[in-house]
């Protein structure tokens, strides 16, 4: 599933890691799922949880059979950015991320290449690939600080990255890893993935990666995997 910052080209490198330890029937819990490209990899008993309501409304139908239009135009697009209230949440999740440039929440309507590629029949490929993966996940939309998270879980978060292109709501980083860290105390076993982490969280894992909306705007940065130094064996 397309979505900004997904996870998707390391999922292959860092699952491994996350999941070497699991034990039978243990919760994996993923606080900001966005896109799913991550939890679509891991086997049941699973939670997902995103503060979007049209994301966690698509994802939830898509893992129940529903399928959106396999054409959306940008007609169609415009309306439903500017009056999301009159459309399904389902729909308005789908078109929001899957229909847009960059995979950014309305950013901009991605115009087919004639002849070339017809960007609404590849989201909705992707989609169709995808949603066999995620049967038998819970979906919540909450705050992640008010997920019901089962005892002894592997919690992987992903959450907005600091200094980097913002998403539909501001995020308080130094919160957060407080968050994190009280989640460690309870006992659970938490992965994040971040550029930087503060000194008392430790890189297990990373890679250089190339990131960007499109060709013209790359860089390199270098994705990395942290657990607090509490839980280095």
């Known amino acids: 599933m397309k979505y900004l910052g997904s996870k998707r080209r390391i999922a292959k490198y860092i699952l491994p890691i996350i999941l070497c330890d699991r034990q039978p029937d243990q919760y994996y819990v993923e606080p900001f799922c966005g896109g799913c490209n991550i939890i679509d990899g891991v086997e049941n008993p699973r939670i997902a949880n995103d503060s979007n309501k049209y994301l966690m409304s698509f994802c939830k139908a898509l893992a129940e059979g529903w399928l959106p239009p396999k054409d959306i135009s940008e007609n169609l697009y415009n309306a439903i950015k500017a009056n999301p209230n009159s459309f399904e949440d389902k729909l308005v999740g789908y078109v929001g991320f899957q229909l847009s440039f960059g995979a950014k929440w309305f950013g901009g309507y991605r115009r087919d290449k004639i002849g070339k590629r017809n960007y609404a029949h590849e989201a909705y490929r ?105 839980q280095i064996k």
């Open 126 to 230: 992707n989609i169709i690939k995808q949603r066999n993966k995620l049967k038998g996940i819970e979906f919540f939309n909450v705050d992640y600080r008010e997920l019901n998270i089962p005892e002894n879980s592997i919690i992987y978060c992903d959450p907005p990255y600091a200094n980097t292109t913002k998403y539909k709501d501001e995020f308080d980083h130094n919160q957060y890893w407080q968050w994190v860290r009280k989640m460690v105390l309870f006992g659970h076993r938490v992965f994040c993935s971040e550029y930087h982490a503060p000194p008392d969280f430790l890189s297990i894992w990373q890679k250089t990666v190339v990131t960007g909306v499109d060709v013209n705007s790359t860089k390199e940065d270098i994705e990395k995997l942290f657990v607090h130094k509490s």
